[in-house]
């Protein structure tokens, strides 16, 4: 039975801007045949079993040519497969989208699409610069500044003058001059309001504004580089006026996120909001123990609190005493505590709810709770990892109470993005790294070493950050053991807030 190709069109690159239905279709996937400029985040997305072929296409450079792109998709659809196809932008704009839908057409292959937020609206819309408006223009006009390798750049830029709107031309920073040139034989004023955007919509956006005649040689020397689009129009005058994302906190800065991939997102969305640009590196992966044999003899003793010291905990207990035929009724007439507001929000998802949650959240906070909340000769049962921290039932036992330590799954040091983020760090590129547990800054260190510096290590809690110092000088630590002390603890030091 032959498969079905979608096309789905990424965006402009942030996780963000690509629809509902794009996630939907990437998370349906058996493989996925994705563009250069397709963003990290968004190939995160994809499926573990889900087959990646990257076709990374460039100006003038197509490792992977068209029509073996074609092939491509006709082969593994007759494969059986559900493919999707990860276009950069809008699948059928300057994409190409149009010749591989023939293709699958004249081979019977069927095939749908998702438009993708077009980089030519989302680009000026995070620089400030409304396309159109009704006391400037009523018309954009969208061309392409690439030429075929070897051809020269064919516009006609009479008609684009005579059109008195906002012109985008996409993949132009090569033949910028080319552009401003052609616009200004053609009549255009020397002062037309114009601006290049780099990177557009994403955290590590620039752009310069200034007029036609003077574009190029401040596109110059500022340094800016492909991808970039040019917009040209009287809306350009908005920018600095309207520009909203420029001045977010941590816009321009690179962070890198090493939770697990299933906790990543919480930190994660926060930076970006920020307008940071953030690279999801988990460097430790949870694995659930299938051995329970630990579970089921903890639970022949009484026992009056159970602990969970991290939301991976929660679902590692049910999995374990499913393993036993039992589920979480089994934990009737103990109290329930929680390390902190995410394990405690992963429990209320199996309608249970925490009965102690730390002010801070951190073993040594959770032990302090836990020795005030029951009597000396009080018995706790811990559900964690084997690799758990000894502070938490150390100074339990030193307060006389009995504990009952399970390990319900394992912490495994794992980055698939060691190598991007080596290359990354060595070119200064990586302005700060977040750590949320001993285990994060261990699994970093495994995979990147400790010899890279020049950038500030920002840890959640005492114990992380204490782990941290002994690879790293520039160690920051937040407040309170919380994701929102944490991003309050980075936005105030990379912007020098004292």
């Known amino acids: 039975m032959t498969g079905t190709v979608t096309l789905v069109g990424a965006g402009s690159g942030d996780k963000g801007l690509l629809t509902t239905a794009g996630a939907q279709a990437i998370a349906r996937a058996d493989a ?47 494969e059986g497969k559900n493919v999707v196809r990860l276009k950069g932008g809008d699948c059928f704009l300057f994409g190409r989208g149009g010749e591989e839908c023939e293709h699958l057409l004249q081979n019977g292959v069927p095939f749908r699409v998702i438009p993708g937020v077009t980089s030519a609206l989302a680009a000026p819309a995070f620089a400030g610069i409304p396309v159109t408006h009704r006391d400037f223009t009523s018309s954009v006009h969208i061309i392409t500044a690439h030429a075929r390798a070897g051809k020269p750049l064919i516009i006609d830029f009479d008609s684009l003058v005579r059109l008195n709107g906002t012109l985008v031309f996409l993949m132009g920073l090569t033949a910028l001059e080319q552009v401003t040139d052609g616009l200004l034989r053609a009549g255009m004023q020397l002062d037309m309001p114009a601006a290049v955007i780099e990177n557009g919509a994403r955290g590590t956006q620039r752009k310069v504004v200034s007029v036609l005649s003077q574009l190029a040689a401040h596109v110059r020397e500022a340094g800016l580089q492909s991808p970039a689009l040019i917009v040209v129009g009287r809306v350009c005058k908005l920018s600095d006026a309207l520009d909203w994302f ?59 609190w159970a602990v969970f010291t991290s939301p991976a905990g929660v679902p590692a207990a049910v999995h374990a005493l499913r393993g036993l035929g039992r589920d979480m009724r089994a934990l009737y007439g103990m109290k329930i505590a929680a390390i902190g507001k995410g394990t405690a929000e992963a429990l209320a998802a199996y309608g249970l709810t925490a009965d102690l949650v730390p002010a801070q959240y951190d073993g040594e906070h959770l032990a302090d ?3 005030g909340a029951m009597p000396q000769d009080g018995s706790a049962l811990l559900l964690r990892a ?22 319900l799954y394992d912490t495994v040091h794992r980055c698939d993005k060691a190598g991007a983020l080596r290359g990354l760090l060595a070119d200064g590129k990586i302005d700060a790294v977040t750590f949320t547990s001993v285990s994060t800054v261990e699994g970093f260190v495994e995979a990147i070493g400790s010899d890279c510096t020049g950038f500030t290590a920002f840890c959640i809690g005492e114990q992380t950050a204490s782990a941290a110092k002994r690879y790293y000088n520039n160690v920051k630590i937040a407040k309170n053991a919380t994701i929102d002390d944490l991003v309050t603890c980075i936005e105030e030091e990379l912007n020098h807030v004292q």
Request: proline content about 10%.
């Open 32 to 78: 996925v045949v994705y563009d250069r400029l397709v963003g990290e985040d968004i190939l995160d997305l994809i499926p573990p079993h889900a087959e990646k072929i990257s076709v990374g296409k460039e100006n003038n450079h197509h490792p992977v040519p068209q029509p073996e792109i074609n092939e491509i998709l006709v082969r593994l659809a007759r």
């Open 246 to 304: 420029t001045p977010l906190p941590l816009h321009g800065k690179t962070i890198v996120v090493t939770r697990p991939k299933a906790r990543a997102g919480t930190l994660a969305d926060k930076l970006r909001a920020r307008g940071a640009n953030v690279i999801e590196a988990p460097c430790i992966e949870t694995v659930e123990r299938e051995d329970t044999q630990p579970l089921a003899d903890a639970l022949q003793q009484p026992h009056d």
């Open 386 to 407: 084997k690799q758990g921290g000894q502070i938490l039932p150390e100074k339990l036992a030193r307060a006389g109470i009995r504990v009952t330590d399970v390990p």
């Open 369 to 371: 709770a836990l020795i």
